[in-house]
Nanobody, 127 residues
């Protein structure tokens, strides 16, 4: 049984930083595809970033240069370092995972359907 537990959300001012963490159980970040998604009220979920087991990363255009996805295989944890936060980054952020190795062309498309496991989310509010 896969469970994903996020933490690290909060309220920050524009330009501030936050670091989100995800602690999975039932899977290992070392051999899984991991991702962060976000959803604002009234909007569709949006993929933010992903990291594959070979450490290949992908980002949606709006966060490139500001967000960094990383993982600690020894700690079995996933992170999202968010810097220079903007009000439009306000959303519920979800950790997501897949046991599958997502091939490169598709990996960069950050398809929601590729990550069947989701956590409950952690709220990020930027004002």
């Amino acid at each position: 049984h896969v469970q994903l537990v996020e933490s690290g959300g909060g309220s920050v001012q524009t330009g501030g930083s936050l670091r989100l963490s995800c602690a999975p159980s039932g899977l290992s970040v070392s051999d899984s595809s991991m991702a962060w998604f976000r959803q604002s009220p009234g909007k569709e979920p949006e993929a933010v970033a992903a990291i594959r087991r070979d450490d290949l990363t992908a980002y949606t255009d709006s966060v490139k240069g500001r967000f960094t996805i990383s993982k600690d295989n020894a700690e079995n944890s996933l992170f999202l370092q968010m810097s220079n936060l903007k009000p439009e980054d306000t959303a519920m952020y979800y950790c997501a995972a897949s046991h599958s190795f997502i091939l490169t062309p598709r990996f960069y498309r950050l398809e929601s359907s590729d990550y069947p496991y989701r956590g409950q989310g952690t709220q990020v509010t930027v004002s």
